[in-house]
């Protein structure tokens, strides 16, 4: 309640309550603030198409959306673009609902009028289920794909909350660090040989993968092919990320170990800001680092930006798509600022207003030049705490799209991760997950390598063998 008005007060009489019956003519529900009421009939509900599951979940989210209408009208409670759809993954909920037999069409009028979508974040879901889809397979577990994580960057940006340990202070580990994931490739590897997987896609993130460089890189790309990639193996991506670890060598190694698609990351085309957020390169790393992975010729390569950096408003943006339109990269991905402290939202509630006025205005920016560059969105995803209430969103020219973006983000597709940090997530044939996480910390990583491992190979093998309760 608090999150969503921050000067609403309770207790003294002040008494928030809701009731829902399920009558002849469907869901019957009731919300009342003081004097102030709002009731819904919801018809739409008993449609065969639902599961029971559906209607459990409807009796909450109508309540929601009783309260949010009577925090409207009460507080003053601006309307929200995404309405009443919460957690990081709203794709899911639209595949779910297509998966069980609603067109499109009638999707659209569902997320405007039961979760109280804008058109325009409704239109933006459709579009991006339409390209998903394509992509998704029969059995969540043939194939798969593969993530592998390097914990260690060049500098730790200040709004990052990955699994990142800044070379100055913890560079004396990798050496330890690559020994073990050189073990557990290798033991994956066996498993994914001994059970006949196919990999469909492998992704070397972080962290900042390219802190590993020369042979120690060489080594890995190569223990990488050997090991987890199969005939099927049809992309290959290294989250480079950072510009100043990527020299000519660097990039002709990638190239040549078999990456398909590089990231590159400037988050601004701002040197100040850049300095300010802790990134400690410049923007004439960020060009030079583009002109060299297209001179050593990777296909594809992927920019992410962030918007609602400290000081960039929406002149600044502009400027950082500028500049990306010089470079052209194949895909482009679009945050917005995930504000960690949910303490500083809350206690300044005018402050969150103008951030989510002039956090659309960037989207709708960013999006703009995304689209007149021949792009369309594919993927995106929430984080809680992000600015203005928005998302992150992946673009990319057509042919181009991140298939183990996609499979990541749907949750559709089992997907074994190593290194740091790795969070593998094993799916079921009815979609439910099971999780196994790696130590963030690349001294406990290596330390416990072995039971890690044993452990590992049990779960794995229980699940794709057909004995584990989340099995085929
Ligand atoms: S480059 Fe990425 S992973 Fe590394 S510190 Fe910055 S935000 Fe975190």
Redesign the pocket.
């Known amino acids: 309640m608090k999150s969503l008005a921050p000067q609403a007060s309770f207790g003294g009489g002040r008494v928030l309550a809701a009731d829902y019956a399920w009558e002849e003519e469907g869901l019957f529900i009731s919300v009342r603030l003081d004097g102030e009421v709002w009731e819904f009939r919801d018809r739409e509900i008993l449609d065969p198409r639902y599961t029971a599951v559906d209607r459990q979940r409807r009796i909450k989210e109508r309540v929601r959306l009783g309260i949010r209408r009577l925090f409207e009208r009460v507080y003053g409670l601006a309307e929200s673009p995404w309405g009443i759809l919460e957690g990081v993954r709203p794709m899911k909920m639209v595949h779910a609902m297509l998966d069980r037999g609603f067109p499109p069409e009638e999707l659209r009028g569902i997320l405007l009028e039961v979760y109280a979508l804008s058109p325009k974040k409704a239109q933006l879901l459709l579009e991006v289920a339409a390209k998903q889809r394509p992509y998704f397979h029969a059995n969540p577990n043939n194939p798969i794909s593969i993530y592998v994580g390097i914990p260690f ?5 200040s ?6 340990y ?1 070379l100055a202070t913890h560079g004396h580990l990798l050496k330890g660090f690559l020994q073990a994931l050189h073990r557990e490739i290798e033991a994956v590897g066996g498993l994914i040989k001994e059970l006949q997987l196919q990999v469909e896609s492998v992704y070397l993130g ?3 993968p390219t802190t590993v460089q020369g042979a120690e890189l060489e080594r890995l790309l190569s223990l990488m092919r050997e090991n987890l990639f199969t005939a099927e193996t049809r992309e290959f991506t290294v989250e480079a ?2 510009p100043e670890t990527l020299s000519r060598d660097t990039l002709r190694l990638l190239k040549e170990g078999g990456a398909q698609r590089i990231c590159i ?1 400037p ?1 601004t085309m701002h040197d100040a800001t850049l300095q300010a957020i ?2 400690k390169h410049t923007v004439a790393q960020v060009r030079e680092a583009f002109a060299l992975a297209r001179e050593v010729g990777i296909p594809l390569i992927n920019m992410d930006i962030i918007l609602g950096l400290p000081g960039e408003e929406l002149a600044q943006v502009r400027g950082t798509l500028e500049e990306i339109a010089a470079l052209g990269p194949d895909n482009l991905t679009v945050h917005s600022l995930a504000l960690k402290r949910a303490s500083t939202l809350r206690k300044n509630l005018e402050q969150v207003y103008i951030a989510q006025e002039q956090g659309e205005a960037m989207v709708d920016l960013a999006r703009d030049y995304a689209l007149s560059w021949g792009m369309q969105p594919y993927y995106l995803y929430r984080q809680r705490h992000i600015l203005g209430d928005l998302e992150n969103i992946g673009y990319a020219l057509p042919g181009t799209h991140s298939i183990y973006n996609i499979q990541m983000m749907e949750e559709r597709q089992s997907i074994l991760a190593l290194g740091g940090g790795g969070v593998s997530k094993l799916v079921a044939p009815d979609l439910t997950l099971r999780r196994q996480v790696n130590p963030k910390c690349p001294a406990a990583y290596s330390a416990q390598i072995n039971e890690h491992l044993a452990d590992k190979l049990k779960l794995l093998r229980e699940h794709f063998s057909g004995s584990g309760p989340n099995s085929n």
């Open positions: 960057c060049p500098t730790r940006c709004y990052c909350s990955f699994a990142a800044p972080g962290g900042t990320g950072r990351n988050q802790g990134r």
